[in-house]
């Protein structure tokens, strides 16, 4: 019962957490400034859409990790002494992809991305 509802949450907060994630672009010497606020919003977009980012995807990857932490259960429990730390492990994958594939975007539109 505790892992359902550490899956649940996980969902919720893997959704919430990257949805208003955005790293720090330098507008300093950025010949295309002006375009720093479309580039996000586009490039959001295109990070959401390759981490699966829907509430389902999220989901299917929490499931994953959970999987893989059950398989694992007697070396990742005693490593982090929580059952749910394999669907942490599976969505905070989700996480990292999204802010990997937004980083490159913007660096990939000319910007300096700082974090």
Do not use: F
């Not at 829907?54 to 929580?82: D, F, N, P, S």
């Amino acid at each position: 019962m505790r892992l359902l509802m550490l899956l649940g949450l996980l969902i919720v907060s893997g959704c919430a957490s990257y949805s208003n994630w955005q790293p720090t672009v330098d507008p300093y010497g950025d010949p295309r400034a002006t375009y720093i606020h479309q580039d996000q919003a586009e490039c959001r977009r295109l990070a959401s859409q390759a981490s699966g980012g829907t509430a389902q995807e999220t989901a299917k990857g929490a499931l994953v990790g959970g999987a893989l932490g059950a398989a694992t259960g007697a070396v990742v429990g005693a490593l982090a002494g929580a059952p749910g730390t394999g669907a942490a492990w599976g969505a905070g994958l989700a996480e990292e992809r999204y802010k990997r594939v937004y980083r490159r975007c913007m660096q990939n539109r000319g910007h300096t991305v700082l974090d």
